[in-house]
Each structure stands twice: as structure tokens, then as C-alpha cells.
């Protein structure tokens, strides 16, 4: 389908110029925006906790800079451990890129997903079922050198194409809600995992609770100056998003479906081919996150597993505007707010949730580019922000 | 069409005499399910061994609680006979759609659900601790609770056209500030209010971004939980470790069960149903509440025709967008209460996780109960069922538990797939109306 010489071809551009400044302008100046609003926010969140600021309340109006001080030492304090914490030092800077690095797999398999048109809330599910597929062949199988390592990564990928394939196969034959299915799948997928950890192959010796055994070395990623050669692949899985988006005909059909499904029909393209393929890529590209988790971060399959990646994928993806770039940029604010949100919490006290509630402040914003206009006194420019999911009926 | 060669053209065929494919699948879809679950429930009868099962009636037995036998292997045979019974009709096109398949359809789950049971309950390890058949219900109305309440919540808002992803939210905030305000007046009135206004409050905050700002209704849902947490956490962590200032913010009085005279002293169901908690009634009186409200009156008609086609309501004078803010804010009063459920209607204290994806479920319910408050509610009773199934049959240890908590997930999956019928959501379903 790829070299179809037929196929409709898009504009020749330079691959590596800058673009319409005209067109990416205003979305970059309403993330911005976005971000300092969610800011604000937060230090006002910080300044009402803080004891000392609401003891000098209490004399406020007859010596206010004690309140002002308070409050701006408490603000400050928060904000410079965040900053430190992911990008003050080298350590800091490799935790982040590999907090970053699962964030930007599963957050590309959303992307890819609402470019055709669905809403992936799935990506824990399928990271879930790549990791076990991954680890299952890292502690389970013994071969020899780096194919050990290819095997596994391999074995994650499918495991994750196959969960996410699901979704899109009951999308495309039965029309099946891609949202429910996928919430559905993520409890399935837990469940799944937490039963396979009863089992032999998945237990670890001596050890009473579930938790498998750590993978085996060689089917671990390589270090290399503190960062694991997986962070490498999600830049590469950014990549290989933007090709398949914009320079195949797969990639072509995904975003006509995704823009006008009927349209896409009428031009021949087939719909149904293209949610089921979006799907398995997608899920695909989550199961790499779960294999980067499992075979690079050494992170052992629990009850547990996966955290929060899969559903912070979601806001990284809706905060990259659904582009591959912008995933990536979102990817690496995530990873350096996880990575700060640590020694904020150590360091000046402030609870780890606050960067939580950025998140969701600086994507609430981005979704609507009407509200932080109007605070920021911006001028309007037409459709933006827009992400390509419908309500149920589409 | 059947063969009637001598039938008079003009005359109109009888709907017996068409066959309608569509009829024709439903048939043979039932008779080959209930078929293949009769065979099951005979497979159960010949693998068991132990003669009897013994089942007590309430859920927490206490030193004299009587204990019931039930012969295992007869009533696996009778389930079996009547499931299959069930089926032979379906397939021959006795149960035309409509109640009395419903009633029919009732009676084979819980045949099959009760053979099940003996299967499961039946060839525990002798000598070790014996765990008995316990009654159902109790466990299952009180996980079902918090989904009925939330599902009713979805079910205003989307009957509105504004697709809510965000009961998890609700419930999430419902569930802290009814905690704390439950803690602060140590009263589980107040709390249950407090649990309204937190639920009423995120509701607002759906309503001004999905529509006055028109924000893409799924993605907002999925922001708003994801503020709910981060904010429940953080202001949990505010609360001072010490004794006093826990019991001040977090440590609400919960909610006791009231039994009502006469009612609750029916036998198997009456202290199932009619000796709960204040939440549980309320529970009741919502899901017929809203029903009506819905149904029955012209602001639940004006809230439909918005929903379906809110140019045409527009046309007749309907404001659509205050009739919309009014089913959110609603909604938002079941929800919060959905989510007091956690704290104040059972464990007391607020905690991360405590709500556990409940939200999702609500909403999976209102998907599989199409978007009716009844149906919602039939469908939260499965899920209750189902997940209190799992924990009892835990103790069993015959059939992995985690597999069984997945049925009610792959359940729902089978419902949106359309295996058992279309699901048809409200035809403007998470667009915003913008007057044109």
C-alpha cells in the first residue's frame, strides 16, 4: 500500500524548515500562556497552604511584607526545587529524559490515534500487556546476546499492538466506542496481569507477593552515561510517527479518516482499515513505553505496574496538540515535572500532587483558547486547538 | 417469507408469516447461548463431588446464624433443565421481545448464576476452613450504590448532549469534601452535603467548559479527573499528620444502617434492601426520581429534545444551553453523593485511590444500560454482583479470581460491540450548541 504509485502526494516541502510562522505562532504563544496561567495557579495553591504565610495574615494590614515575603519565599522555594530537580544537573537532566521517555511512546500512541479520529484512553492497558509480553521473555527465556534484547522488544511491541488491536477491530466491525472499549481493556489488562503473576513462569523465587524476577542482563537496555538506550527510541518512535503520518499512504488515508471519515469512504479509502491499523500502532507504540519500563528502567512487573504513564500519555498527547513534535515537547515537560515533582516534594516540602494539578491546569488551558485569550488580552485568530475526537456518535 | 401460495396478494402478511433476519439471529443467538450454558451446568453436575452446600443468608455470619443446606448435584440438574428449557423457547420464537423475555432472561441468569455457585462453593479441601454460600445482595447493592448514583449523573448530563467522562472526578471530590466537611460538624448529614456541593461544583466546571468555551467533552472529562486527584492529593497532604488535625479534617463519623419497620423484616430480601444506610434509600428514591423527572415531565422532555436535536428545541423556544447548565448541575447532585459513598457511606476517611475508577464504570453502566436510568441501574447491579462474587469466591479458591473480576469489563465490551443489540446514544451526544 506504501508505494502505491497512485497515491494522492502531498506538496514537496523541505523536510526541516521551520514552517508557517503564521500558522504554529498563536499555538505556541497559547501554550505559553497556558503554562504560566497554571502557574499562577499553583503558587496561589502554594501560598494558601503555606503555615507561615497564614499566620502573618493575622497582622496583615498593619505589616502586609511579612505575608508578601513568606509567600514569596514559599513560591520560590517550590518552584526553583521543580527546576533544579529536572534540569539542574546531569542526574537530573537523565532522570527526566527517562521519566520523559515512556511518557513520549504512549503519549505518540494517543497522538497517532486521534489523528485517525479515536480517542486511545488505552495506552495503560496496552503498555501494561507489552510489558508482561517483554518481561515474560526477559526473565523467562534464555538466548544469547542481543538477540535476547531484540526478542524482548519485540515480544513487547506485539503484546501492546495485539491489546490496542482490539479496540481498533471492534471499532472498525462493529463500531464499538473506542473510549469504553479502551477503559475496559485497561481493567481487563490489570486483571490479566495481576493473574499471570499467580502463575509459575511469572513468580519470583522466595518471594511471597507478586512480583516478578528483574529481567535478564542481556535482554536489558545498554546504559550510556546514566541514560538507557531506550530514551533513544522514543525519539526514533517520534519519528518514524511523523513519516508515517505524512509520508505514507497509510499515514495519508489515517488523517483523511481522521478529519472526515465519510469523506474518506467516498474517496475510497477504507475506514475501517485505517481505525483497525491506527489501533495497532498505537497500541504498539504504548507497549514500547511498558518495554522501556520493563527492560530499561528495571522496574519489576507488580500489581502495580505502569503507575499513572498510561493516562498521563493522554494529557501529553492532547498537550501536544496531537503532533508528533509536540508530543515530544510535552513528552519532556511531564518527564521534567515527574522528575522535579520528587525533590520539590523533598526539598521544600510541597506535596508531589501539585504537579498533577499543573498538568491538568496547563491542558485544561490549552483546550480552551478562548478563556486564556481573553485573560491575555491575545487576538483571535480562527480554529486552533483543535483535536481530532468526537462524542460518542462519530 | 413462508410458503403461502393461495394467500390473496392483497392481503397484508402477518408478521409471524415474515421473517425478519434480524429475528432470526436474535433466535438463534439465544437458543445457542442458553444451549451452551446448560451444557455447562450439566458439565458442573457430573464434575462435582460433595453431595451438599451449605449457604447462610446473611453476608457476616455471627455465632447463631443459621446454616442451610442445599443438595448440590439435584439443583445443578434442575438449573440446567431450566436453562435449557429457556433456551429451546427463545429459539423457537415463544419469547418475542418485550417482558416476558426480559422475565425469562431473569430467570435463566439466576438459574445459571446459582449452579455456578454450588460448582463453586462445592469440593472445598476437606479439613480446612469451609466457606459457605453467603446471600448475594447485601454485597451487591452496596458496590452497586456509588454506581447507580454516578450512572444517573451521566445519564442528566448526556440526556442534555454533554458527554460526562468526569463522574470519576465527582466522585473523587464528592468523596474528599464530604469527608471533611463530614469531619469538621462530625455529622454525616452535613458530610453527605458537603459530598453534594463538591459533585455540583466540578459539575459547574464541566458546564463552563463544555459549553461556554466548548471544549471537546472527552478530553475535558479526562483533565477533570486528572485535576480532581492532583487536588484531593494535594490538599491532603496539607492536613497535618497529628491526631487532632486528622480528626478534624479527616476522620468523618460514617453512616449506620436503618432498618424500616416492616419492610426490612421480609424474608431473604427484606434486611437485604430495607436495613441500609441513609445513602442506599436515597439510591432508591433517585434512580425513580430521575426516571420520572426524565419521563415524565415537560423539563425532562425540553432536556431530551436538547439532547437529540437541540436546533429543533431551539426553534420552539427552548434555551438550549440553560436547559443543558440545569441537567449538569443536577447530575452533579447524584454524583456528589455517589462519591460520599467512599468516605462517608462506608470507610470513614478520605485516602488516595479511594474512589478506584468507580467513575469509569458509572459511566461503562450508562453505556450498557442505554443511557436510561433504569437500565443504568440494572447494569450497576451486574457490576455489583459480579465484583462481590469475586471477593466472596475468593475464599474458594476453585476458579482464579482475578479472571472472574474481568467478566463484568468483557461484558461490557460485548455490550458496545452490539453483540447483544445496538447501543444508541442521544443523537447530539458532545456537541456544543452554538445559536446560529
Given at each position: 500500500?506504501?508505494?502505491?504509485?497512485?497515491?494522492?502526494a502531498?506538496?514537496?516541502?523541505?523536510?526541516?524548515?521551520?514552517?508557517?510562522?503564521?500558522?504554529?505562532l498563536?499555538?505556541?504563544?497559547?501554550?505559553?500562556?497556558?503554562?504560566?496561567?497554571a502557574?499562577?495557579?499553583?503558587?496561589?495553591?502554594i501560598?494558601?497552604?503555606?503555615?507561615?504565610?497564614?499566620?502573618?495574615m493575622?497582622?496583615?494590614?498593619?505589616?502586609?511584607?511579612?505575608?508578601?515575603?513568606?509567600?514569596?519565599?514559599?513560591?520560590?522555594?517550590?518552584?526553583?526545587?521543580?527546576?533544579?530537580?529536572?534540569?539542574?544537573?546531569?542526574?537530573?537532566?537523565?532522570?527526566?529524559?527517562?521519566?520523559?521517555?515512556?511518557?513520549?511512546?504512549a503519549?505518540?500512541?494517543?497522538?497517532?490515534?486521534?489523528?485517525?479520529?479515536?480517542?486511545?484512553?488505552?495506552?495503560?492497558?496496552?503498555?501494561?500487556?507489552?510489558?508482561?509480553?517483554?518481561?515474560?521473555?526477559?526473565?523467562?527465556?534464555?538466548?544469547?546476546?542481543?538477540?535476547?534484547?531484540?526478542?524482548?522488544?519485540?515480544?513487547?511491541?506485539l503484546?501492546?499492538?495485539?491489546?490496542?488491536?482490539?479496540?481498533?477491530?471492534?471499532?472498525?466491525?462493529?463500531?464499538?466506542?473506542?473510549?469504553?472499549?479502551?477503559?475496559?481493556?485497561?481493567?481487563?489488562?490489570m486483571?490479566?496481569?495481576?493473574?499471570?503473576?499467580?502463575?509459575?513462569?511469572?513468580?519470583?523465587k522466595?518471594?511471597?507477593?507478586?512480583i516478578?524476577?528483574?529481567?535478564?542482563?542481556?535482554?536489558?537496555?545498554?546504559?550510556?552515561?546514566?541514560?538507557?538506550?531506550?530514551?533513544?527510541?522514543?525519539?526514533?518512535?517520534?519519528?518514524?510517527?511523523?513519516?508515517?503520518?505524512?509520508?505514507?499512504?497509510?499515514?495519508?488515508?489515517?488523517?483523511?479518516?481522521?478529519?472526515?471519515?465519510?469523506?474518506?469512504?467516498?474517496?475510497?479509502?477504507?475506514?475501517?482499515?485505517?481505525?483497525?491499523?491506527?489501533?495497532?500502532?498505537?497500541?504498539?507504540?504504548?507497549g514500547?513505553?511498558g518495554?522501556?519500563?520493563?527492560?530499561?528502567?528495571?522496574?519489576?512487573?507488580?500489581?502495580?505496574f505502569?503507575?499513572?504513564?498510561?493516562?498521563?500519555?493522554?494529557?501529553?498527547?492532547?498537550?501536544?496538540?496531537?503532533?508528533?513534535?509536540?508530543?515530544?515537547?510535552a513528552?519532556?515537560?511531564?518527564?521534567?515535572?515527574?522528575?522535579?515533582?520528587?525533590?520539590?516534594?523533598?526539598?521544600?516540602?510541597?506535596?508531589?500532587?501539585?504537579?498533577?494539578?499543573?498538568?491538568?491546569?496547563?491542558?485544561l488551558?490549552?483546550?480552551?483558547?478562548?478563556?486564556?485569550?481573553?485573560?491575555?488580552?491575545?487576538?483571535?485568530?480562527?480554529?486552533?486547538?483543535?483535536?481530532?475526537?468526537?462524542?460518542?456518535?462519530? | 417469507?413462508?410458503?403461502?401460495?393461495?394467500?390473496?396478494?392483497?392481503t397484508?402478511?402477518?408478521?409471524?408469516?415474515?421473517?425478519?433476519?434480524?429475528?432470526?439471529?436474535?433466535?438463534?443467538?439465544?437458543?445457542?447461548?442458553?444451549?451452551?450454558?446448560?451444557?455447562?451446568?450439566?458439565?458442573?453436575?457430573?464434575?462435582?463431588?460433595?453431595?451438599?452446600?451449605?449457604?447462610i443468608?446473611?453476608?457476616?455470619?455471627?455465632?447463631?446464624?443459621?446454616?442451610?443446606?442445599?443438595a448440590?448435584?439435584?439443583?445443578?440438574?434442575?438449573?440446567a433443565?431450566?436453562?435449557?428449557?429457556?433456551?429451546?423457547?427463545?429459539?423457537?420464537?415463544?419469547?418475542?421481545?418485550?417482558?416476558?423475555?426480559?422475565?425469562?432472561?431473569?430467570?435463566?441468569?439466576?438459574?445459571?448464576?446459582?449452579?455456578?455457585?454450588?460448582?463453586?462453593?462445592?469440593?472445598?479441601p476437606?479439613?480446612?476452613?469451609?466457606?459457605?454460600?453467603?446471600?448475594?445482595?447485601?454485597?451487591?447493592?452496596?458496590?452497586?450504590?456509588?454506581?447507580?448514583?454516578?450512572?444517573?449523573?451521566?445519564?442528566?448530563?448526556?440526556?442534555?448532549?454533554?458527554?460526562?467522562?468526569?463522574?470519576?472526578?465527582?466522585?473523587?471530590m464528592?468523596?474528599?469534601?464530604?469527608?471533611?466537611?463530614?469531619?469538621?460538624?462530625?455529622?454525616?448529614?452535613v458530610?453527605?452535603?458537603?459530598?453534594?456541593?463538591?459533585?455540583?461544583?466540578?459539575?459547574?466546571?464541566?458546564a463552563v467548559?463544555?459549553?461556554?468555551?466548548?471544549?471537546n467533552?472527552?478530553?475535558?472529562?479526562?483533565?477533570?479527573?486528572?485535576?480532581?486527584?492532583?487536588?484531593?492529593?494535594?490538599?491532603?497532604?496539607?492536613?497535618?499528620?497529628?491526631?487532632?488535625?486528622?480528626?478534624?479534617?479527616?476522620?468523618?463519623?460514617?453512616?449506620?444502617?436503618?432498618?424500616?419497620?416492616?419492610?426490612?423484616?421480609?424474608?431473604?430480601?427484606?434486611?437485604?434492601?430495607?436495613?441500609?444506610?441513609?445513602?442506599v434509600?436515597?439510591?432508591?428514591?433517585?434512580?425513580?426520581?430521575?426516571?420520572?423527572?426524565?419521563?415524565?415531565?415537560?423539563?425532562?422532555?425540553?432536556v431530551r429534545?436538547?439532547?437529540e436535536?437541540?436546533?429543533?428545541?431551539?426553534?420552539?423556544?427552548?434555551?438550549?444551553?440553560?436547559?443543558?447548565?440545569q441537567?449538569?448541575?443536577?447530575?452533579?447532585?447524584?454524583?456528589?453523593?455517589?462519591?460520599?459513598?467512599?468516605?462517608?457511606?462506608?470507610?470513614?476517611?478520605?485516602?488516595?485511590?479511594?474512589?478506584?475508577?468507580?467513575?469509569?464504570?458509572?459511566?461503562?453502566?450508562l453505556?450498557?444500560?442505554?443511557?436510561?436510568?433504569?437500565?443504568?441501574?440494572?447494569?450497576?447491579?451486574?457490576?455489583?454482583?459480579?465484583?462481590?462474587?469475586?471477593?466472596?469466591?475468593?475464599?474458594?479458591?476453585?476458579?482464579p479470581?482475578?479472571?472472574?473480576?474481568?467478566?463484568?469489563?468483557?461484558?461490557?465490551?460485548?455490550?458496545?460491540?452490539?453483540?447483544?443489540?445496538?447501543?444508541?446514544?442521544?443523537?447530539?451526544?458532545?456537541?456544543?450548541?452554538?445559536?446560529?
Amino acid at each position: 500500500m506504501a508505494d502505491d504509485a497512485n497515491a494522492p502526494a502531498e506538496p514537496a516541502r523541505d523536510r526541516w524548515s521551520i514552517g508557517d510562522v503564521e500558522q504554529w505562532l498563536p499555538t505556541v504563544k497559547v501554550t505559553i500562556a497556558s503554562i504560566v496561567l497554571a502557574l499562577v495557579i499553583g503558587a496561589l495553591l502554594i501560598i494558601v497552604s503555606t503555615p507561615s504565610v497564614i499566620s502573618s495574615m493575622s497582622y496583615f494590614t498593619s505589616y502586609p511584607w511579612d505575608a508578601f515575603r513568606n509567600a514569596g519565599h514559599a513560591v520560590g522555594s517550590s518552584y526553583w526545587a521543580l527546576l533544579t530537580g529536572s534540569v539542574g544537573s546531569w542526574t537530573a537532566i537523565t532522570n527526566t529524559l527517562s521519566q520523559a521517555a515512556p511518557l513520549i511512546c504512549a503519549g505518540l500512541g494517543v497522538t497517532l490515534a486521534f489523528r485517525a479520529g479515536l480517542f486511545n484512553i488505552g495506552a495503560q492497558g496496552q503498555l501494561i500487556i507489552g510489558a508482561a509480553f517483554a518481561g515474560f521473555v526477559g526473565f523467562h527465556t534464555q538466548l544469547p546476546g542481543v538477540s535476547h534484547l531484540v526478542a524482548a522488544i519485540l515480544a513487547g511491541l506485539l503484546g501492546g499492538a495485539l491489546w490496542g488491536g482490539i479496540a481498533g477491530f471492534l471499532k472498525a466491525r462493529t463500531g464499538a466506542h473506542e473510549v469504553i472499549v479502551t477503559i475496559m481493556l485497561n481493567y481487563t489488562a490489570m486483571l490479566l496481569l495481576s493473574w499471570l503473576l499467580s502463575l509459575k513462569p511469572f513468580e519470583q523465587k522466595n518471594v511471597a507477593n507478586r512480583i516478578s524476577p528483574l529481567v535478564d542482563n542481556n535482554a536489558a537496555f545498554p546504559h550510556v552515561f546514566g541514560l538507557h538506550f531506550g530514551v533513544l527510541l522514543a525519539f526514533v518512535a517520534a519519528y518514524g510517527v511523523w513519516w508515517l503520518l505524512n509520508r505514507t499512504t497509510l499515514g495519508f488515508s489515517m488523517r483523511a479518516v481522521g478529519a472526515n471519515a465519510d469523506a474518506a469512504r467516498t474517496a475510497g479509502m477504507s475506514v475501517s482499515m485505517s481505525y483497525t491499523m491506527a489501533m495497532v500502532i498505537a497500541g504498539l507504540l504504548a507497549g514500547l513505553a511498558g518495554v522501556e519500563q520493563v527492560l530499561g528502567d528495571h522496574v519489576q512487573l507488580s500489581t502495580a505496574f505502569g503507575g499513572t504513564v498510561g493516562f498521563d500519555a493522554i494529557t501529553v498527547s492532547l498537550l501536544g496538540r496531537a503532533t508528533p513534535l509536540g508530543t515530544v515537547l510535552a513528552g519532556l515537560l511531564f518527564g521534567a515535572l515527574s522528575a522535579g515533582g520528587t525533590q520539590m516534594q523533598a526539598t521544600a516540602g510541597t506535596s508531589v500532587s501539585l504537579t498533577q494539578i499543573l498538568s491538568a491546569l496547563i491542558v485544561l488551558f490549552v483546550a480552551a483558547p478562548v478563556l486564556v485569550k481573553t485573560i491575555f488580552r491575545m487576538k483571535a485568530v480562527g480554529d486552533e486547538g483543535a483535536v481530532l475526537a468526537k462524542g460518542w456518535n462519530s | 417469507m413462508t410458503a403461502t401460495p393461495a394467500a390473496d396478494q392483497a392481503t397484508v402478511p402477518t408478521r409471524a408469516q415474515v421473517r425478519d433476519p434480524a429475528e432470526v439471529r436474535r433466535r438463534t443467538r439465544l437458543g445457542v447461548v442458553l444451549g451452551l450454558l446448560a451444557v455447562l451446568l450439566a458439565y458442573f453436575a457430573l464434575a462435582i463431588h460433595t453431595a451438599h452446600v451449605h449457604y447462610i443468608l446473611v453476608q457476616v455470619p455471627s455465632a447463631n446464624t443459621p446454616v442451610h443446606t442445599i443438595a448440590s448435584k439435584p439443583t445443578l440438574w434442575v438449573c440446567a433443565a431450566l436453562v435449557l428449557c429457556i433456551g429451546v423457547a427463545g429459539a423457537a420464537g415463544w419469547l418475542p421481545k418485550g417482558w416476558r423475555s426480559m422475565l425469562a432472561m431473569g430467570v435463566a441468569g439466576v438459574a445459571f448464576a446459582l449452579g455456578f455457585l454450588i460448582w463453586a462453593y462445592s469440593d472445598q479441601p476437606s479439613g480446612a476452613f469451609e466457606a459457605k454460600m453467603v446471600n448475594p445482595l447485601p454485597g451487591t447493592l452496596a458496590i452497586a450504590t456509588p454506581l447507580i448514583l454516578g450512572a444517573l449523573a451521566g445519564c442528566l448530563c448526556e440526556r442534555a448532549a454533554v458527554i460526562n467522562v468526569a463522574i470519576e472526578a465527582q466522585f473523587i471530590m464528592g468523596a474528599f469534601f464530604a469527608s471533611m466537611v463530614g469531619s469538621m460538624t462530625a455529622s454525616t448529614s452535613v458530610g453527605l452535603l458537603g459530598g453534594v456541593a463538591a459533585g455540583v461544583g466540578v459539575a459547574a466546571l464541566l458546564a463552563v467548559f463544555a459549553i461556554k468555551y466548548q471544549v471537546n467533552q472527552v478530553v475535558l472529562g479526562v483533565v477533570l479527573v486528572l485535576l480532581a486527584t492532583g487536588l484531593t492529593g494535594f490538599l491532603l497532604d496539607q492536613i497535618p499528620s497529628t491526631e487532632h488535625a486528622t480528626n478534624l479534617l479527616n476522620n468523618p463519623p460514617i453512616l449506620s444502617p436503618i432498618a424500616i419497620p416492616g419492610l426490612s423484616d421480609i424474608p431473604l430480601v427484606g434486611q437485604s434492601l430495607f436495613d441500609q444506610t441513609v445513602l442506599v434509600y436515597l439510591m432508591y428514591v433517585s434512580v425513580a426520581f430521575v426516571s420520572f423527572l426524565l419521563f415524565e415531565t415537560r423539563w425532562g422532555l425540553r432536556v431530551r429534545a436538547v439532547g437529540e436535536h437541540p436546533t429543533a428545541a431551539d426553534t420552539v423556544g427552548i434555551k438550549v444551553n440553560r436547559m443543558r447548565w440545569q441537567s449538569v448541575l443536577l447530575g452533579g447532585v447524584f454524583a456528589g453523593l455517589g462519591g460520599a459513598y467512599f468516605t462517608v457511606g462506608s470507610t470513614g476517611a478520605f485516602d488516595r485511590g479511594v474512589t478506584g475508577g468507580n467513575g469509569f464504570i458509572a459511566l461503562a453502566a450508562l453505556i450498557m444500560g442505554r443511557w436510561h436510568p433504569v437500565g443504568a441501574t440494572v447494569a450497576s447491579l451486574f457490576f455489583g454482583f459480579m465484583w462481590n462474587l469475586q471477593n466472596q469466591l475468593s475464599f474458594t479458591q476453585k476458579i482464579p479470581s482475578d479472571l472472574l473480576g474481568m467478566t463484568p469489563y468483557i461484558a461490557t465490551i460485548i455490550a458496545v460491540a452490539g453483540f447483544v443489540g445496538r447501543v444508541r446514544p442521544p443523537a447530539a451526544d458532545g456537541e456544543p450548541y452554538v445559536k446560529g
